[in-house]
Nanobody, 118 residues
């Protein structure tokens, strides 16, 4: 069964932290580089961070470099996104999926809402 389940979002003040989790079905997780994406209201979905399958190589969008950290636990089929020094412009629904594109065309999980506001 194909499944992506994101969690860990919430409401935080600027400067706060959140740690997002995404549990993926084995078929997605084992065979793919994994990415965290986000979509703010009225904007297109954008890539935030990538972690390569089988290596520790990671890439980040310029806007989150130095603040966000992506990691994966293969034993749990889970990808994490540690977000520190959050800013209002980080407010969005956050999704995980394969990179560079969903391995199941058009399939996305429900996402997890992150709201940063004072």
């Amino acid at each position: 069964q194909v499944q992506l389940v994101e969690s860990g979002g919430g409401f935080v003040q600027p400067g706060g932290s959140l740690n997002l989790s995404c549990t993926a079905s084995g078929s997605i997780f084992r065979m793919n580089d994994m990415g965290w994406y986000r979509q703010a209201p009225g904007k297109q979905r954008e890539l935030v961070a990538v972690i390569r399958n089988g290596s520790r190589l990671k890439n980040y969008a310029t806007s989150v470099q130095g603040r966000f950290t992506i990691s994966r636990d293969s034993s749990k089929n889970t990808v994490y996104l540690q977000m520190n020094s959050l800013r209002p412009e980080d407010t969005a629904v956050y999704y995980c999926n394969g990179y560079p594109r969903p391995p199941i065309p058009g399939y996305w999980g429900q996402g997890t809402q992150v709201t940063v506001s004072s």
